[in-house]
């Protein structure tokens, strides 16, 4: 009897472990450069990320008007869910995307910019990553 289980779970083995690593790996690639632009309540957003993929999980850094930003997210199917931190009006802030990568691999979505609790939308496409131009401060 003892043999026949251990028979049963070496030959499972391997099929088990097939069935572990593919569903494991995302289908969707979203790494390399990224440039968004979108509106907060009236305040335009136009920033350069460049996102590292490993598995679902998501990391690199974005490029905004007021300075350079790492980028910690993950990957659900087709959804991206990514965060980094910023400036407005010299308060910090973090600023969440959520959005979904559309078959011409654009990605639309919302914004939520945390403590200010305000709200936006956002699109987004592959690009070149270089760095918005900075915005004119009001003297």
Known sequence: MKRWIICALVTAMPALAATVSTTAAPDLDVSGPWNISG???????????????QDVALSGSCNTSTGKYDL?????GRTTTFSHGGKYQGSDLTITFT????EDGTMTGTIDVDPFNAT??????KGNGAAPPPTPSAS
Not at 40 to 52: A, D, I, L, M, R
Not at 72 to 76: A, E, N
Not at 120 to 125: D, E, L, T, V
């Open 72 to 76: 910690k997210g993950k990957l659900d």
């Open 120 to 125: 936006g939308s956002f699109s987004a496409k």
């Open 39 to 53: 509106d907060v309540q009236g305040v335009g957003v136009e920033e350069s990320c460049t996102v590292v993929q």
């Open 99 to 102: 959005g979904k990568v559309a």
